[in-house]
Each structure stands twice: as C-alpha cells, then as structure tokens.
C-alpha cells in the first residue's frame, strides 16, 4: 500500500493570505488542493507572531505555528525552525518559499531525506534596502538555497538566467497568478473622491518601485494619479507624500486591502503605471494584467519579461512623462488587450498549482 506524500509548506506569515505575494501563493496552492482532493497531506507552517487568531485547519491544509515573525530580523530562525520541524514529523516533500532559512538547508540534508524545492523569489540581496551584513548573509542564503535544494523555482525567466550565470545551475519556472483579482465576487466600492477615469499605481512605498520617479513625472499631465501605498511606514514615503499631496491632479491614498475596494479601485483604471525595479515576477503587475488594463512599466528585464515585451516602457520621468502623453487609444486598447491575453495564457492560478504540485509531488 502507497503511503500518501506529505508536503511541507514553508516560508510564509501563513494562511489565509493577508501580507503578501508568496501568502497569495500558498493560498492559492491550498485551494487547488482542496478543489482537486489532491491525495498529499499539506501542512501550512504559520507564523505565531504575525496571525492573531492561530486555527488548526485552513480549507485542506493543516496548520503549525512557529512563535517568532516570518520578516524581517526574526525570518532566518522562523524558516530554519520551520525547517526542522517539518524534517522532524515526517514530511517527505518540502517547499520552501524564500531563502531566508537556506542557510540551514546543508544540516536539513545530512539529517532528512526529504526531497527540497526551493523558489528563490527575487534577487533579493540586490534590493536598495539591503546593505552591509544584511546584504551579505542574503547572498550566502540564495548560494546555499541553489546549491543544496533538490530542485529551485524561479519566478522569472530574468532571474533563472541569473542563477545559470552565477551558480551554474538550471532553474524551473514557474510565475504567479492573478486571476484571484478579477475572481473576487463580493461588492466593493472604491474609496471616495476619486476621477472616473485615472492611471493607477500600486506597491509597497520603497526607492526600488521608484515612487519619486512616478511622482516627479506626474504634475505635468492631464491625466489624474492614484498611487496606493504604505506612505507612512518610511522617512521616502513621508516626504513624498508631503512634497506632492496637495497636487490637483494626484491622489496618494493609503493601502486598500479590502477584495471588493482593490477590483473596483481598479476597474477604473486607464493606466497601470508599475515602477518596480527589482523582484522577478512581480504580483501586482500579473494581477493588473487580467483587468485588460494597458501597462506603462519600468524597463527592466524583469517587467519586459512578465509582459513579453508588449507593454510600454520608462526609465526615467521624462520617459514616462512623454510615453503617457503619446499614448492613443488605439495604443491603450491594444496593448491592455495583449496584457489580457498574455494573463490568460501565462498567470492563472490552476495552471501554477497544477505545476507545483507535479514538481513537488517528484519522488
């Protein structure tokens, strides 16, 4: 008699999905599961710290909580601890989401003959916010993720080519979802005071996304902005939100985390305009591709890899000053119809499920 496969899954605050991109991917991987009656027992690993209510049970999945935060200073411990338990009851698959714990990877290997998979997410030492030590024991954690996981994932084809020059390694890639975003049932209206028709700009308030080249382009065009963030959480968002809130034509608003405010927030989009820089496969560029929505993006090989080259592109202010002023509705209704059918075809949810677990179901 086969024993059913018992899966680990590793590296996230938990779920339901409230923080993040690999929270919206753990869910989603937990709802294919439930849907399919997939026969692998799944336990979820949650932080204790960071969910207030601690169930045993989320839809298929069960749920084991490690005391500690799953970001920042604490995450490294979170995820080898997380680790070692899973080794330690059993569980014969292992998906590993980050790389904060792979430092513990070469012990888990001489102790566990679980099979290791392991996505990388971004290029994360390279971020602007990375510095010194920090920076450093990043990079050693993305060296030891590829060099003792069984298998690593890449969300990004920009990022497998970094792995292959680096470490001499072959990625598999596998991207995310957003058809969640346009799935969501519910009625939700968006915050009030806003256009009828606007570009839209959406992320966390770091250099990196380059907030201040968003806004430094914007006072000079016709064309209202709302640009959603965490504007409080850092000195960069505080100042630019003192410098440009008073600006007619643009609306710095908070974080939406309601479903039914973020659809209808973005139903009546014109523009996304996404100024991530770093990253790989970034979450709320797929989800705003199902909207049909024409994307302006910075050109990093990132994005122009997500978008397979159909958006349009800026570097700087000036571009992205003169790339909405030249952009017709003829342009705006082809390129958002490409954006649509490249979601469709590349970013839903059932197709990367499916994936994942035939990956990770590999003996």
């Not at 969300?155 to 080519?161: E, K, R, S, V, Y």
């Not at 209202?224 to 939100?241: D, R």
């Not at 600006?247 to 973020?262: E, K, S, T």
Request: glycine letters at 8%; a negative charge; charged letters at 20%.
């Amino acid at each position: 008699m086969t024993s059913h496969p018992k899966i680990a899954l590793l590296g996230t605050v938990g779920v339901p999905g409230r923080y993040g991109g690999f929270e919206t991917l753990a869910e989603n991987l937990v709802h294919y599961h439930a849907r399919t009656s997939h026969s692998a027992i799944l336990t979820v690993w949650c932080s204790g710290k960071d969910n207030t209510e601690h169930p045993d049970q989320f839809e298929s999945a069960d749920l084991r909580y490690v005391n500690l935060r799953a970001n920042g200073a604490q995450s490294i411990l979170y995820d080898a601890i997380s680790l070692w338990q899973a080794v330690r009851s059993g569980h014969d698959q292992i998906l590993l989401l980050g790389v904060s714990g792979a430092l513990a990877l070469p012990l888990i290997r001489l102790v566990s003959r679980a099979r290791i998979v392991t996505n990388i997410d971004g290029i994360e030492w390279k971020r602007e916010k990375w510095k010194g030590v920090a920076r450093a024991v990043l990079r050693a954690s993305e060296w030891a993720a590829v060099r003792f996981s069984h298998q690593v994932i890449a969300d990004n084809q920009a990022i497998a080519d970094h792995v292959r020059d680096a470490y001499d390694s072959e990625c598999r890639i596998i991207a995310y979802g957003g058809d969640h975003a346009v799935a969501f049932a519910g009625e939700g209206s968006a915050p009030e005071g806003l256009p009828d028709s606007y570009a839209l700009a959406l992320c966390r308030i770091e250099p990196e996304n380059n907030v201040h080249t968003i806004l430094e382009a914007w006072p000079q065009l016709s064309l209202p902005l709302v640009f959603v963030g965490n504007w409080a959480n850092s000195v960069y968002g505080q100042e630019l939100k003192t410098q440009y809130a008073d600006r007619d034509n643009m609306y710095l608003l908070d974080p939406v985390y309601d479903p039914g405010a973020l659809r209808a927030l973005r139903c009546r989009a014109a523009l996304y305009v996404h100024g991530h820089s770093a990253g790989g496969t970034n979450p709320s560029l797929v989800e705003m591709m199902h909207f049909g929505v024409p994307v302006l993006a910075h050109g990093c090989t990132f994005n122009r890899y997500s978008t397979e080259e159909k958006a349009r592109y800026f570097e700087n202010a000036a571009d992205l000053a003169r790339e909405v002023e030249a952009m017709t509705p003829e342009d705006a209704a082809r390129i958002g119809a490409d954006m649509l059918e490249i979601a469709q075809r590349r970013y839903t949810w059932d197709e990367i499920a499916h994936t994942y677990f035939t990956l990770v179901g590999q003996g």
